[in-house]
Antibody, heavy 122, light 111 residues
Framework: EVQLVESGGGLVQPGGSLRLSCAAS????????MHWVRQGTGKGLEWVAA???????YYLDSVQGRFTISRENAENSLYLQMNNLRDGDTAVYYC????????????????WGRGILVTVSS | EIVMTQSPATLSVSPGERATLSCRAS??????LAWYQQKPGQPPRLLIH???TRAPGIPGRFSGSGSGTEFTLTISSLQSEDFAVYYC?????????????FGQGTRLEIK
């Protein structure tokens, strides 16, 4: 079955750290660009970070320097290390597979995990 | 950063009728625009990419149009399962030029 399954969320105090994982199955993980997208409670969608198939990484400005996206192709896994967490980082975090029609265009997201809740609160 | 603005925020339509949702980009995104559907407690589902290309398995009653800065998602005859929140996303500018950005969503509710 083609799917993405997130884990590792939970409650953390401001300034704390958390590591999210995403297990991929049913497709060739190592050739796909992968993303993290988040959604605050009752709010819209916000792209957070991306990692290319060759390991190039990109971040939303507000998480640059605090979050690190990585992948382990041998384990079909995607990660998001989140440090120095803030109240504003509270959200459901989705792992998503990026797809694009050519290298001239950016990604849309054709496969999403069910999401994992991260709550930053004292 | 490209700002995506959706209208209306909430749309009330009766089953069987047509729904028209709008998305505007703050600068041209060519035809690089995607639409997603999200139901409560579920992740978004890709409906349309590249402004008008339906994703696999998406019913023909969903259609997308537009280019540049103005886009439309049309649902031709609303079914009960179509009442949800819809988001647009530009896939024209991407990092490091700028982040992928989404609209704030349109809630489609039963009239």
């Amino acid at each position: 079955e083609v799917q993405l399954v997130e884990s590792g969320g939970g409650l953390v105090q401001p300034g704390g750290s958390l590591r999210l994982s995403c297990a991929a199955s049913g497709f060739t993980f190592n050739i796909n660009d992968m993303h993290w997208v988040r959604q605050g409670t009752g709010k819209g969608l916000e792209w957070v970070a991306a990692i290319g198939s060759i390991g190039d990484t990109y971040y939303l400005d507000s998480v640059q320097g605090r979050f690190t996206i990585s992948r382990e192709n041998a384990e079909n896994s995607l990660y998001l290390q989140m440090n120095n967490l803030r109240d504003g980082d509270t959200a459901v975090y989705y792992c998503a597979k990026g797809r694009r029609d050519s290298a001239a265009y950016g990604h849309y997201f054709d496969l999403w995990g069910r999401g994992i809740l991260v709550t930053v609160s004292s | 950063e490209i700002v995506m603005t959706q209208s209306p925020a909430t749309l009330s339509v009766s089953p069987g009728e047509r729904a028209t949702l709008s998305c505007r980009a703050s600068q041209s995104v060519s035809s690089n625009l995607a639409w997603y559907q999200q139901k409560p407690g579920q992740p978004p589902r890709l409906l349309i990419h590249s402004a008008s290309t339906r994703a696999p398995g998406i019913p023909g009653r969903f259609s997308g149009s537009g280019s540049g800065t103005e886009f439309t998602l049309t649902i031709s005859s609303l079914q009960s399962e179509d009442f949800a929140v819809y988001y647009c996303q530009q896939h024209n500018n991407w990092p490091p030029i700028g982040p992928y950005t989404f609209g704030q969503g349109t809630r489609l509710e039963i009239k």
